[in-house]
């Protein structure tokens, strides 16, 4: 069976995503709509960061990964900086996550990373699945409205972004931004704050 790329990526070195701090999208979400500290749950975490920092606001914070190596990196972070986040490896799709329901999910990345309409559509509706009623759902998402050759993170029309979510979640929030990069002109993302139908 083929390595999962995420996997790969994190053996060879290769996480261009990597910044070494919480982003500030989440930071400035949880900020500005005011969201309360609840049972959260990050997908796709990396090495750890934002949930390191979720935890330190006080947030209840479930994170996984594919990888191991970045879990276990996660794992360390958590015990420097002295906070508790369950963090472990799962495949999304294909394994249970325990915990759930969640009322507030964070994904930086996520939802961008497949290609196919149907497999967007089958990960909104499991991250729906993992969240209790009108719970919330962030998601930092690869803007088709980047231009830019060469490396990048996948790029996702409004209309790509919309048409998957929007039969399971409304849509509180979608405005244009950039992701926290260590780039000298950050990537362009939609930043999308949904609520569970």
């Known amino acids: 069976m083929e390595e999962n790329r995420f996997v790969k990526r994190y053996k060879e070195g290769e996480i261009p995503w990597y910044t070494g701090r919480a982003d500030y999208n989440l930071i400035n979400c949880i900020d500005n709509y005011l969201i309360l500290k609840c049972k959260t749950l990050e997908l796709g975490c990396g090495t750890g960061d934002n949930a390191v920092w979720l935890s330190q606001q006080g947030f209840e914070v479930s994170a996984f990964d594919l990888s191991e190596i970045a879990i276990n990196q996660a794992k360390g972070k958590a015990i420097e900086m002295g906070v508790n986040v369950n963090f472990f490896v799962v495949d999304f799709f294909k394994d249970k996550i325990k915990g759930a329901p969640f009322e507030f999910i964070f994904d930086r990345g ?27 759902w962030l998601s930092l998402i690869g803007s088709a409205d980047e231009t830019r050759e060469g490396h990048g993170p996948p790029r996702r029309s409004l209309y790509n972004v919309i048409s998957a979510v929007e039969p399971y979640f409304k849509i509180l929030s979608i405005k244009a931004g950039t992701f926290d990069s260590l780039d000298k002109i950050p990537p362009k993302i939609w930043i999308c704050l949904l609520q569970k139908r």
């Open 110 to 136: 996520v939802f961008h990373s497949f290609d196919e309409e149907n497999e967007r559509n089958k990960f909104a509706e499991s991250v729906a699945e993992h969240l209790e009623s009108n719970g919330l």
